[in-house]
Every structure is written in structure tokens, then in C-alpha cells.
């Protein structure tokens, strides 16, 4: 069955560390993706997504994810995080094949010290 | 903006119950979906609708149904709430073809005593 991975439950940083959020997926056929965010008490928001094009895409509030086919990865980055970057992220793909059904992983949560 | 609206933000009910969660979104959205969320799991799929009456079972259908009459609304019902089903549920829309990310509701709160 189709699987989104993300092997990162709980990532605790420090203000200005630098962030790589893994995801990887188990499916052979074109994918889109998608990376969500939560913050505490608000709904998902979408941080950046991938169809196609330029492997390497940037988001919102300075996030970014880089898609490696061969790999099955699309992990999420930013350079320098902030006390505000503590949320829950959510990789997810949409398979072509299935009439737009979105799979998601367990999520990561990240927690930045000030 | 899209707004996904769900009707209840925390709801209480006993096991046994009958329990409707109600979505509703206001941007002609054809599918539709809804989620639970528990901590370490994720988001997982229960359901998912690409067009009004028209309905797919997700990953975790069991103890679920749904009700698609209108376009725009998408319910959620647990014909028989049991103590496993108390979570967050959350209703997403999104347009057909994949090609664009999906909406959220803010979630509802469900707990099952």
C-alpha cells in the first residue's frame, strides 16, 4: 500500500539552528506534494508544495523542500529557524492514480527553545 | 479565500450515540475529505468524496459512514460512538485533479465517554 514516511517524531531545536524535516513516500507513479503545517490551536496550513519542474521549491516564512526522485524524498528545510517555527509539519502526496486522494505521514513535531 | 467550516469545535458524547459531524465549504469544491487526527499517527483518511453523492472508503472506514447530498456539505457519522473513536476530526475540500493543495476546517474536538 501507498505510504508516506516521516522518520522524525519530535525535533527540538535551539533559535537559528538549521531545520531538515525528513519525508519519504512508497509509490512508483507520479506524485504531487505537499508539505502542511499546524500551529498550536489552528488548522493546517499549506507551508509549499511540488508538481512539477524546479525539484527544489520554496515556501512560506522562509521554508523550503527539495524533491529527489531516485530517492522517493522530499524533505523539508529552512536555514535558521525561530521560536516561532514550533508547529506540527505534515509531509502528504497525492497519487495520479487516485482521483485526488491525499496520503499523509504521522507527522513531526518541532519544538524550538528560545 | 476557501473557508472550510465545520459545525462544532469540541463535542462530548456518550458511547452508544449517534453522532453527525457536519462540513461545509464555500468554494464549489468537488472532493472532499475527512480525517482523523491522533497523536503519532498522523492524519489518517476515512472517507472521501469526489462528487455529490459519491463516496470512497479511506483507510480507516470502520464504524463510519458519510453523507454527501449537496455539494457543498459533507457529513460524518458514527452511527454507534464507542470510547476508540474520541479524537480530532478534520474535514478538508479541495478542487478535482490533484493539482492544487486541499483546505482545512479548524477540526472538531470529539470525545466519547
Known amino acids: 500500500a501507498q505510504s508516506v514516511s516521516q522518520h522524525n517524531h519530535h525535533v527540538i531545536l535551539s533559535e537559528a539552528a538549521s531545520l531538515e524535516l525528513g519525508c519519504n513516500y512508497s509509490?512508483?507513479?507520479?506524485?504531487?506534494l505537499f508539505w502542511y503545517v499546524q500551529y498550536p490551536g489552528q488548522h493546517l496550513q499549506l507551508l509549499l508544495k511540488?508538481?512539477?519542474?524546479?525539484?527544489l521549491v520554496k515556501g512560506i516564512k522562509g521554508f523550503e523542500a527539495e524533491f529527489i526522485k531516485s530517492k522517493f524524498s522530499f524533505n523539508l528545510r529552512k536555514p535558521s529557524v525561530q521560536w516561532s517555527d514550533t508547529a506540527e509539519y505534515f509531509c502528504?502526496?497525492?497519487?495520479?492514480?487516485?482521483?485526488?486522494?491525499?496520503?499523509f505521514g504521522s507527522g513531526t513535531r518541532l519544538s524550538i527553545r528560545p | 479565500d476557501v473557508k472550510v467550516t465545520q459545525s462544532s469545535r469540541y463535542l462530548v458524547k456518550r458511547t452508544g450515540e449517534k453522532v453527525f459531524l457536519e462540513c461545509v465549504q464555500d468554494?464549489?469544491?468537488?472532493?472532499m475529505f475527512w480525517y482523523r487526527q491522533d497523536p503519532g499517527l498522523g492524519l489518517r483518511l476515512i472517507y472521501f468524496?469526489?462528487?455529490?453523492?459519491?463516496?470512497e472508503k479511506g483507510d480507516i472506514p470502520e464504524g463510519y459512514s458519510v453523507s454527501r447530498e449537496k455539494k457543498e456539505r459533507f457529513s460524518l457519522i458514527l452511527e454507534s460512538a464507542s470510547t476508540n473513536q474520541t479524537s480530532m476530526y478534520l474535514c478538508?475540500?479541495?478542487?478535482?485533479?490533484?493539482?492544487?493543495?486541499?483546505?482545512f476546517g479548524q477540526g472538531t474536538r470529539l470525545t466519547v465517554v
Open positions: 511540488y508538481f512539477s519542474g524546479d525539484p
Open positions: 468524496s469526489y462528487d455529490v453523492k459519491m463516496k
Open positions: 468554494m464549489d469544491h468537488e472532493n
Open positions: 478538508a475540500s479541495s478542487p478535482p485533479g490533484g493539482n492544487t493543495e486541499a483546505f
Open positions: 509509490y512508483g507513479g507520479t506524485v504531487n
Open positions: 502528504a502526496v497525492i497519487l495520479y492514480s487516485s482521483a485526488s486522494k491525499i496520503i
